[in-house]
């Protein structure tokens, strides 16, 4: 086992369990260790303290085990993928009726670090963020089966663009197991097709599904946009709420050719639905005022890393702030933030600094996270990425 140590002092944040090592902390490595090595980790004091996979980078460890007895071996990724799949039982959403669709692990959530896995019906989609897990794809694969025991037919392989490029993996995607072509599947009794071939993330932005739900009781009556609609979820539970219309509006014709799919699965031949291809800032100076009475305004990650943060925040008030303008008296907004690298109240500071400049009455009627298949290890606070709030616009 390939050894790193610490420099003085620089072991307190693994004492409160944190699981990454940065690199600025490292003293000195003993050995050749390449990246996607295990490595363990010792204080200044040659006390060991953790186990984890090397990386290339500002985090050189991400960190698997504290406990110095606990090899990382078949037993553990068992061991680890089952206590995620009991943490999906315990919330109800692995057996909630009318709903195949979930996170079955979530990184640091589930104490994988560098490790996504999604359940679409029976095909689990997994994703690999670190050398070390993409390493160790086909012993996860053949556990994942094993422990969910019947459940899963398929597991596909989605890294192509998450793995980091300085470690010249050559990953391809592809079926480590089985080979399905069914990719319809259910979220609350809605249906959707998942790109798990060529779209984003895993195939589907899993992590809306509870604020898609709250959005569908506020829907009943409303003329609704949907602002970066990718698949068209919002504006599918926006449908089934009730909406006198729904627009949906994305940059990507891909994107909006899946909306469109999706829509006619769940609401064929209906004409309250309508499209575009455009780009949202675009739309949104060009449209009409007080047309829309629900606005989603859920964008990309506008910052990707920490030194992308100003702009981003600017994108933020800027979006924000035409939403302000244009939506009509007694309008509701739904505004999100997925990155990472802007917290939460940056991006409330941003949301709230476009509704001051609007000079319009403004209410927080909900403040919006990631579900409860999308963990926060409590030691590992940057994990609550998705922030949101719901407000009422005067």
Known sequence: MYKIYLKSGKEESLRRFHPWVFSGAISRVEGKVQEGDLVDIYTSQNE????????????????????????????FWKNRLHEAYQKRQ????????????????????????????????RTAVMQA??????????EIAQTLMEVMDGKIDHIYYKSETTLPYKADL?????????GSKDNIAVEYGLQFHIDWLKGQKTGFFVDQRENRALLERYSKGRSVLNMFCYTGGFSVYA????????????????AIELTKKNVALNFPDDKRHNAYAE????????????????????????????????????????????AFEKIRHGGILFTFSCSQAVNKDQFRTS???????????VSILHQLTQPADHPVNIYHPEGEYLKGLVLYVE
Request: proline share 3%.
């Open 239 to 254: 449908m089934r709420g009730g909406a006198l219309q729904v627009d949906s509006v994305d940059s990507s014709a891909k």
């Open 279 to 322: 780009d949202a800032f675009k739309f949104l100076d060009e449209m009409e005022k007080d047309k829309y009475d629900l606005i989603i305004l859920d964008p990309p990650a506008f910052a990707k890393h920490r030194d992308a943060l100003r702009n981003a925040l600017q994108g933020y008030r800027r979006i924000n702030a035409k």
């Open 48 to 75: 060991f303290i953790a186990r984890g996979h090397y990386q290339i980078g500002s985090i050189m460890v991400r960190v698997l085990t504290f406990d110095e007895q606990e090899a990382i071996d078949a037993s």
């Open 90 to 121: 315990a919330i109800g959403i692995a057996s909630y009726p009318g709903n195949n669709t979930f996170r079955l692990v979530h990184g640091e959530g589930d104490n994988l670090p560098g490790l996504v896995i999604d359940i679409y019906n």
């Open 170 to 178: 050559g990953p391809e995607n592809g079926f480590l197991i089985g």
């Open 129 to 138: 963020h670190s050398a070390g897990m993409h390493y160790q794809r086909m």
């Open 351 to 361: 949301v709230f600094t476009a509704a001051a400049a609007s000079g319009r009455k």
